[in-house]
């Protein structure tokens, strides 16, 4: 861990390397999807909500090694809850997002199915007791995930015309070089916060769901920003649904072969009812018309704010 002194040189880094990589990213991700005659909500969802799901992997799956599932659950239930309310609010308060009708028929239902399952996994105990087998049920629904959106990719492209968006390499290198960057620039930006965290001595499921949370969704936060920013709805929405799908059904499925996660906890459960009901939020959100505007961002933002009193102090009412 970095000392004290260097945290805020180390934050500022770490800030410096997130904005300037995210932008490549959606550059890169919006001209390869043009060149390959892809949608960019497909490739949103498949490799950057990915790529910017590396910074939870290596929390979420590092921390389950070490045999610390406060970190390794916390992490992922705060960074999918950041994701929908922090993220999604900042991008659509920077410009208000256009919902495409295939987020609200396919995308949309696929998050809020991995996350009541992941209510009704944790209830059971299979993230627990039984975390083996639930380890490779998450996996295995992965897997099934993945196949599914790989297969709408290659329909799209076979109805599609390629559009001439310069160098399929240039672009793929692009979207490369700015998932590295971004990855470092959480990386500093999360050992920033947690010695700034550790040194105010916070706890450590605290610390996770909060701090460590909001630091491993940096990337996202970024990249649906600048996405947002230059007009590249797609990219905004496609990188939060993507990046919540991976983050529940590939990083905990990985997590719970290593160790049971204590979910089914009082403590647990209750932010795993949180997200639940953010999720269920979203919904009316986007069906309520063709874009997210900003005085729902605003109402997406005043709901976070709430959810981190509750972390840092409601919670001690009830456990």
Same mark, same amino acid.
């Given at each position: 861990?970095?000392?004290?002194?260097?945290?805020?040189?180390?934050?500022?880094?770490?800030?410096?390397?997130?904005?300037?990589?995210?932008?490549? %990213?959606?550059?890169? $991700?919006?001209?390869?999807?043009?060149?390959?005659?892809?949608?960019?909500?497909?490739?949103?969802?498949?490799?950057?909500?990915?790529?910017?799901?590396?910074?939870?992997?290596?929390?979420?799956?590092?921390?389950?090694?070490?045999?610390?599932?406060?970190?390794?659950?916390?992490?992922?239930?705060?960074?999918?809850?950041?994701?929908?309310?922090?993220?999604?609010?900042?991008?659509?308060?920077?410009?208000?997002?256009?919902?495409?009708?295939?987020?609200?028929?396919?995308?949309?239902?696929?998050?809020?199915?991995?996350?009541?399952?992941?209510?009704?996994?944790?209830?059971?105990?299979?993230?627990?007791?039984?975390?083996?087998?639930?380890?490779?049920?998450? =996996?295995?629904?992965?897997?099934?995930?993945?196949?599914?959106?790989?297969?709408?990719?290659?329909?799209?492209?076979?109805?599609?015309?390629?559009?001439?968006?310069?160098? $399929?390499?240039?672009?793929?290198?692009?979207?490369?070089?700015?998932?590295?960057?971004?990855?470092?620039?959480?990386?500093? =930006?999360?050992?920033?916060?947690?010695?700034?965290?550790?040194?105010?001595?916070?706890?450590?499921?605290?610390?996770?769901?909060?701090?460590?949370?909001?630091?491993?969704?940096?990337?996202?936060?970024?990249?649906?920003?600048?996405?947002?920013?230059?007009?590249?709805?797609?990219?905004?929405?496609?990188?939060?649904?993507?990046?919540?799908?991976?983050?529940?059904?590939?990083?905990?499925?990985?997590?719970?072969?290593?160790?049971?996660?204590?979910?089914?906890?009082?403590?647990?459960?209750?932010?795993? %009812?949180?997200?639940?009901?953010?999720?269920?939020?979203?919904?009316?959100?986007?069906? $309520?018309?063709?874009?997210?505007?900003? %005085?729902?961002?605003?109402?997406?933002?005043?709901?976070?704010?709430?959810?981190?009193?509750? $972390?840092?102090?409601?919670?001690?009412?009830?456990?």
């Amino acid at each position: 861990m970095i000392s004290i002194e260097l945290a805020i040189p180390v934050f500022i880094l770490g800030v410096i390397f997130l904005w300037k990589c995210s932008d490549m %990213l959606v550059d890169g $991700t919006s001209k390869t999807a043009a060149q390959l005659g892809v949608s960019t909500l497909v490739i949103s969802v498949l490799l950057v909500g990915f790529g910017t799901s590396a910074p939870e992997f290596a929390i979420s799956v590092g921390a389950a090694y070490q045999n610390n599932s406060d970190i390794s659950l916390g992490n992922v239930v705060g960074s999918c809850i950041a994701n929908l309310l922090l993220v999604l609010g900042i991008a659509t308060i920077i410009r208000p997002i256009k919902i495409q009708k295939k987020i609200i028929r396919r995308e949309a239902p696929i998050m809020l199915g991995a996350t009541i399952f992941l209510l009704i996994a944790a209830y059971l105990g299979f993230l627990d007791k039984y975390h083996l087998i639930g380890g490779i049920i998450f =996996l295995a629904l992965f897997f099934l995930f993945v196949y599914y959106f790989i297969s709408c990719a290659r329909k799209e492209r076979n109805n599609s015309n390629k559009i001439k968006a310069g160098s $399929t390499t240039k672009n793929l290198m692009f979207i490369i070089l700015g998932i590295l960057g971004v990855i470092v620039g959480a990386w500093f =930006l999360i050992e920033s916060a947690v010695c700034i965290a550790d040194f105010l001595n916070v706890p450590t499921f605290v610390i996770a769901i909060s701090m460590v949370a909001i630091g491993t969704s940096l990337p996202e936060l970024v990249v649906s920003s600048v996405a947002a920013y230059k007009e590249e709805s797609d990219i905004a929405v496609g990188n939060v649904l993507g990046s919540n799908v991976f983050n529940i059904l590939m990083i905990l499925g990985v997590a719970a072969l290593f160790i049971p996660l204590k979910a089914n906890n009082p403590e647990s459960i209750a932010h795993l %009812l949180i997200l639940s009901l953010v999720t269920l939020i979203l919904f009316p959100i986007i069906y $309520t018309g063709e874009k997210i505007s900003r %005085l729902e961002g605003v109402f997406m933002l005043g709901i976070y704010s709430v959810f981190m009193w509750y $972390t840092f102090f409601g919670y001690q009412m009830f456990f």
